[in-house]
């Protein structure tokens, strides 16, 4: 069956977006030092953080709405101003950092442009979404790009619909199984991983071994070694 649709992530796909993160999480965690050693406020700060996701969706204002959760909590809400200031800074530089495109993602997309219909399906924030696409120059490439609450099986199933022949003539790329990848293979999509350095712990999931229609590369521009064989 010929594939027609492909949809790209967008978070550490097209564009770094966790390791932004990671130098956030590392700064909270100097700032509440005295209160807590890292690993104790890693586990507080993941567990709010899964309570949240309910209330604030995915994204860089739930990130930083739970750090200040946790830093009231972990210091029995004897938190300095000061700190939960430095917080919020480092929560608002989150949402203000550079896009820019991975190696060799212009170029693929490029050369993919015309010959399939070519989506983005993310999760999160809507206007941060929205302000990364037009960021990276990439915006251009896409036919359609569609920001959802969750990645999951139903949302796979109605975007291929609406932008394609259904899932068994999609694919989806991502770096993560549990969001990008799993769902979509579940409704009879094709499935690229591109593994990232940086893994959200609350995205973690395992490789769903067996399935026909997974695939495994190590960098953007490899995906036309998979489009040429399947």
Do not use: C
């Amino acid at each position: 069956m010929t594939l027609t649709t492909i949809a790209f992530d967008a978070d550490d796909t097209l564009w770094p977006h966790e390791e932004y993160f990671k130098i956030t999480e590392a700064r909270f965690t100097d700032l509440l030092a005295e209160y807590a050693d890292p690993d104790h406020l890693h586990e507080r700060l993941m567990a709010a953080e899964r309570r949240n996701l309910k209330r604030y969706g995915y994204g860089a204002k739930g990130f930083t709405l739970s750090m200040i959760e946790t830093a009231i909590e972990i210091t029995d809400e004897r938190v300095p101003v000061r700190s939960l200031r430095e917080i919020l800074h480092a929560g608002q530089e989150i949402l203000a950092h550079p896009v820019t495109p991975m190696p060799g993602v212009a170029e693929t997309l490029a050369a993919l442009k015309g010959a399939y219909r070519l989506m983005i399906v993310t999760k999160g924030d809507l206007f941060d979404q929205e302000r990364k696409v037009a960021a990276s120059g990439l915006g251009d490439y896409f036919d359609a790009v569609e920001i959802v609450s969750e990645k999951d099986g139903a949302a796979y199933t109605r975007l291929f619909e609406r932008h394609g022949h259904g899932a068994a003539r999609a694919m989806m790329v991502g770096n993560s199984l549990k969001s990008d990848i799993i769902p979509a293979l579940e409704v009879g999509a094709w499935g690229v991983h591109i593994p990232s350095e940086h893994q959200w712990v609350l995205d973690h999931a395992e490789p769903p071994l067996g399935a026909e229609r997974f695939r495994v590369i190590e960098a953007m521009p490899k995906l036309h070694d998979v489009l040429k064989v399947i």
